[in-house]
């Protein structure tokens, strides 16, 4: 009944226009299930070469280890995360995937733990220690990475990176953005059978729309 219910409140989200989909369940809080080593790039320039890091997917956040401990950033300073299999865009205070790139526009997707279909639960079974990584670079605050036996639902958001500007995939907000003479061609889109949000190669059409001619 529960996941019954988490269903139907995925589908209201979507028929209201908001690119959000359920993508399954995880048992475990973080994207890799070991640190992997991350290239963070920050506004100010800075390169850090990170030997441990991860994604918490709570809330979308950088983690990095500290000798024993694990720490979470403070994501003010940071701009993008790159590991071997993927880059990540910061979406306010969230790590977004770039799941495609045209003409200097992207999509992002971020990936999370849908709280509100948890029931709102905390996780609260481990407190780590809160330290600081760099006094003017990256800070911390307090986590809490346990998981045990728990099944976590994840969604994605997807957001397009358009001119600098990330906006939330939303039906009329894309609209409004493009030009009046390619919003006749963005409603033919969304009539074919084989539209789909959630789906990349549909996605690229749209960003297809915001390349000069």
Not at 20 to 31: A, E, H, L, N, P
Not at 108 to 122: E, H, P, Q, V
């Amino acid at each position: 009944m529960k996941r019954m219910l988490f269903f139907l409140f995925v589908a209201v989200v979507s028929m209201n226009g908001l690119a959000q989909k359920f993508v399954g369940y995880s048992d475990r809080t973080t994207v890799y299930e070991k640190y992997q080593p991350a290239r963070i790039t920050l506004y100010n320039g800075k390169v850090i070469m990170q030997k441990e890091a991860n994604v918490f997917l709570k809330n979308g956040r950088l983690l990095f280890k500290k000798g024993m401990f694990d720490m979470v950033a403070d994501m003010a300073p940071i701009q993008t995360v790159e590991f071997a299999d993927r880059q990540y865009v910061k979406v306010d205070t969230i790590l977004a995937t770039v799941i495609d790139t045209l003409g200097g526009n992207r999509v992002l997707c971020t990936t999370t733990i849908d709280m509100a279909a948890y029931n709102s639960r905390a996780v609260n079974d481990r407190v780590i220690t809160s330290l600081q990584f760099s006094a003017d670079q990256m800070g911390t605050t307090d986590i809490d990475l346990s998981a045990g036996n728990k099944q976590y639902p994840l969604v994605n958001n997807y957001f397009f990176e358009i001119d600098g500007k990330i906006v939330e995939l939303h039906e009329r907000t894309i609209r409004r953005l493009l030009p009046k003479k390619k919003r006749e061609r963005f409603d033919f889109y969304l009539q074919m059978p084989e539209f789909d949000w959630f789906d990349k190669s549909s996605l690229h059409k749209i960003l297809e729309l915001f390349v000069e001619e």
